[in-house]
């Protein structure tokens, strides 16, 4: 079974620029998560999806952080303008459905801003 | 909010046990995750406790008590890749919201 795919492993931008990571669930997955991961802390949720609909979004920063799923398959997240504080790693998950089933996490992104 | 509480580091021998503690303060708790994270990689799944009592998976176990807000992971035998972090997430509200604590970095030593 394929796990959670996302790309890019590894970006280093410029404060100010922005930035898109992309995630693909495992198949058939319906619930989808993106966590930003500071060193040393545990993931802090962004976004919760359950299919295409948006299920938790109260800590994604709205001024800056976008995401969608449009078909209810694969995930962009976006930081438009990012700021130095966004260096982080950005998990995606999946899981079955949003309730008591474990969530696959993907490799995710280590981004770096400068 | 949710409020998580774990150890931020323990340290332990090769083949003995550990256990790693996680205290909560939430409201409408549905259940709770135990997660293993290696340097660099992603979280992989160990345990899911939703009714208080103890579960026990191989050389991994994990206890819930709802009413103290309390649980935690117990590791026997440790072996030298055991050296991870461990995440405790607990997952409240109907739409099943998870939140994980900061982890605890287990350092296995010979």
């Known amino acids: 079974e394929a796990g959670v795919a996302q790309s890019p492993r590894y970006k280093i931008i410029e404060k100010r620029q922005s930035v898109a990571f992309w995630c693909n669930p495992i198949?058939?997955?319906?619930?989808l998560y993106w966590y930003q991961q500071i060193l040393g802390q545990g993931p802090k949720l962004l976004i919760q999806?359950?299919?295409?609909?948006?299920?938790?979004d109260s800590q994604l920063p709205k001024d800056r952080f976008s995401a969608e799923r449009l078909k209810g398959v694969d995930s962009t997240l976006k930081i438009q303008p990012a700021k130095l504080e966004d260096s982080a790693v950005y998990l995606c998950?999946?899981?079955?459905?949003?309730?008591?089933?474990?969530?696959?996490f993907g490799q995710g992104t280590r981004l770096t801003v400068v | 909010g949710q409020n998580i509480d774990q150890p931020t580091e323990m340290t332990a021998t090769e083949g003995a046990i550990v256990q790693i503690n996680c205290t909560y303060q939430?409201?409408?708790?549905?259940?709770l995750f135990w997660y293993q994270q290696h340097a660099g990689e992603a979280p992989t799944f160990l345990s899911y406790?939703?009714?208080?009592g103890l579960e026990e998976k191989g050389r991994f176990s994990s206890f819930l008590s709802r009413s103290k807000g309390y649980s935690y992971l117990l590791l026997k035998e440790l072996q030298m890749k055991d050296s991870a972090s461990y995440l405790c997430a607990v997952q409240t509200g109907g739409s099943y919201i998870p939140t994980f604590g900061r982890g605890t970095s287990l350092i296995v030593h010979p």
């Open positions: 998950a999946s899981s079955l459905v949003g309730g008591n089933t474990e969530a696959f």
């Open positions: 198949s058939g997955h319906a619930t």
């Open positions: 999806f359950q299919n295409n609909g948006v299920v938790d």
């Open positions: 406790n939703v009714l208080d």
């Open positions: 939430t409201s409408g708790f549905n259940g």
